[in-house]
T-cell receptor
């Protein structure tokens, strides 16, 4: 069963706008990862944030993690048409096989030129 | 550096047929896994391996077998295909073998399987 759940399921914006996607999860985690999937392709890793971190940046991407609320957000600033893709969060727990990333259902982002 | 290579890209099977989906990685990753992706369901873990000779079941293992005889290869076998196994299958690998050493997954480009 999915650990993380992304919100919204779909997001449509204009080029240049910011896009924010959220991920909520249920149990304690060791780390949370965000991935991008372009149509017909495999997933590509974007950012990994550990449970003791609150914020990470990578280029136009900003990820926050609030372990007290069991939630994370992915912000894409100044979006481009090439950012059109599905975005997934994956959570990894503690102990046993729970370190294996568990994926949510994803947010489908469309950026209109 | 090829990364994770999956073959074939597309496959059509009749119910009851068997086949093997191939996955190979050239990054010397200890961890390898198979996921299936269905519309509205996200990715679900089928089987995984933390090293040669070691495999374990994921969330949806029924109807699938795996083996890991080498570090590089992790084939997924469908012994008797069913229409419910129509899906896109992804192989992924990483250095991760424990939560303390979590590292990103590297994915192949998938195999689209249709079972009629």
């Amino acid at each position: 069963s999915q650990q993380g759940e992304e919100d919204p399921q779909a997001l449509s914006i204009q080029e240049g706008e910011n896009a924010t996607m959220n991920c909520s999860y249920k149990t304690s985690i060791n780390n949370l990862q965000w991935y991008r999937q372009n149509s017909g392709r495999g997933l590509v890793h974007l950012i990994l944030i550990r449970s003791n971190e609150r914020e990470k940046h990578s280029g136009r991407l900003r990820v926050t993690l609030d372990t007290s609320k069991k939630s994370s957000s992915l912000l894409i600033t100044a979006s481009r048409a090439a950012d059109t893709a599905s975005y997934f969060c994956a959570t990894a727990g503690l102990g046993g096989g729970s370190y294996i990333p568990t994926f949510g259902r994803g947010t489908s982002l469309i950026v209109h030129p | 550096n090829a990364g994770v290579t999956q073959t074939p890209k597309f496959q059509v099977l009749k119910t009851g047929q068997s086949m093997t989906l191939q996955c190979a990685q050239d990054m010397n990753h200890e961890y390898m896994s198979w996921y299936r992706q269905d519309p509205g369901m996200g990715l679900r873990l089928i089987h995984y391996s933390v090293g040669a000779g070691i495999t374990d079941q994921g969330e949806v293992p029924n109807g699938y077998n795996v083996s890991r005889s080498t570090t590089e290869d992790f084939p997924l076998r469908l012994l008797s295909a069913a229409p419910s196994q129509t899906s896109v299958y992804f192989c992924a690998s990483s250095h991760t073998r424990s939560p303390e050493a979590s590292s990103p997954l590297h994915f192949g480009n998938g195999t689209r399987l249709t079972v009629t």
